[in-house]
C-alpha cells in the first residue's frame, strides 16, 4: 500500500463512520525463512514494506485522524519485537523495528489523547504460522510445530481469539492510562 492508499482508507471510514476510535495495525508477512545471508534484497524490501512501512502509514494517517478526539492505536509485534529467531532476519527486523514506531508513536501522540501499544504474540494456531512451519520443514512441517511448541512454557500455540481479546482490552478504556508497551502474549516464550 501506497501512502496515499491509506490515506483514502482512513478517509473513506471517517466519511462512512464520522472518526476513527481504534485502528489495529496488523501487519504481517513471515517472508522467506532462510539464513541471511541467503535472504535476497528484494525478498527483505519486501518483508519491509509489509510489515513496518504498512504499520508506520497506518499510525501516521490514524493519528491524524484521532488528533482531536483520541482513540487507541495497536500494532501488531511479536515474539521476535524482542528476541532473535534464526532463519526470519526480515520479519524479526520489522517486528523490532515495530516495537520501536509503537514506543515514539507512543510518545508523540499522547498529548492528542492517543495510545499507542504493541501486541507482540508467540506462535499462534492460523494459516502464517503453518506457512513457516512447511517453510521451516519442508515436507513435514508437524516437526517444526513440535520445534516451536516446545519453546513455549505452556508446550502449545496460542489462539487467534487469545490475541484478539488482548487487543480488544488495550483498545477499550479499561487500558486508559497503557501506551508506549509491548505486550507479549506468548505462554511463557519470552520467560526463557
Not at 500500500?1 to 483514502?8: F, G, L, Y
Not at 502464517?128 to 516437526?143: C, D, Y
Request: glycine letters at 10%; zero cysteines; charged letters at 15%.
Amino acid at each position: 500500500m501506497t501512502d496515499n492508499d491509506v490515506a483514502a482508507l482512513i478517509a473513506a471510514t471517517v466519511q462512512r463512520f464520522g472518526r476513527i476510535d481504534v485502528m489495529v495495525a496488523n501487519a504481517g508477512s513471515e517472508g522467506e525463512v532462510l539464513p541471511l545471508t541467503m535472504t535476497d534484497v528484494d525478498s527483505f524490501d519486501a518483508t519491509v514494506r509489509a510489515n513496518l512501512r504498512s504499520t508506520f502509514l497506518a499510525i501516521k494517517h490514524a493519528g491524524l485522524a484521532m488528533a482531536e478526539h483520541g482513540g487507541a492505536i495497536i500494532t501488531m509485534g511479536s515474539v521476535t519485537s524482542e528476541v532473535g529467531v534464526a532463519g526470519i532476519g526480515p520479519y524479526a527486523a520489522t517486528k523490532h523495528g515495530i516495537a520501536g514506531l509503537t514506543k515514539v508513536a507512543a510518545l508523540e501522540l499522547a498529548g492528542s489523547k492517543i495510545r499507542v501499544n504493541a501486541v507482540a504474540p508467540a506462535p499462534i494456531d492460523n494459516a502464517m504460522m503453518q506457512s513457516i512451519e512447511e517453510k521451516a520443514a519442508p515436507g513435514n512441517p508437524g516437526a517444526a510445530r513440535a520445534g516451536f511448541s516446545s519453546l513455549i512454557a505452556m508446550r502449545r500455540y496460542g489462539t487467534n481469539e487469545e490475541v484478539a481479546n488482548l487487543i480488544a482490552f488495550l483498545a477499550s478504556d479499561e487500558a486508559s492510562f497503557i501506551t508506549g508497551s509491548v505486550y507479549a502474549i506468548d505462554g511463557g516464550f519470552l520467560a526463557a
